[in-house]
Nanobody, 115 residues
């Protein structure tokens, strides 16, 4: 059973940085696609950043230039470097992975940015 475990969330002040990590266990073959989504209370989950084997990473317009997604394919690990954080970045961040027709979600890690 594949599991995604996120870490790195927390409480920071506006302008500061955080780095989220997500490690996939229960799978040895490289995962094709990794992504980060976020969900604010009462709102729909939205894509933050995604990276795959078929092209460059893609980002939500709201985080372009501030967030960077990266991965280690051999270790099936993905990171999200978040700089210049804003209060509106406050949300639960979820790791996402997909390989062919299979997809998995992490349980989420809370990021809180105070003004």
């Amino acid at each position: 059973q594949v599991q995604l475990v996120e870490s790195g969330g927390g409480l920071v002040q506006a302008g500061e940085s955080l780095r989220l990590s997500c490690a996939a266990s229960g799978i040895t073959n490289p995962i094709n696609t990794f992504g980060w989504y976020r969900q604010e209370t009462g709102k729909a989950r939205e894509l933050v950043a995604i990276i795959n084997n078929f092209g460059g990473p893609n980002y939500a317009d709201s985080v372009k230039g501030r967030f960077t997604i990266s991965r280690d394919s051999l270790k099936n690990t993905v990171w999200l470097q978040m700089n210049s954080l804003k209060p509106e970045d406050t949300a639960v961040y979820f790791c996402y992975a997909r390989k062919l027709a299979l997809q998995w979600w992490g349980k989420g890690t809370l990021v809180t940015v105070s003004s």
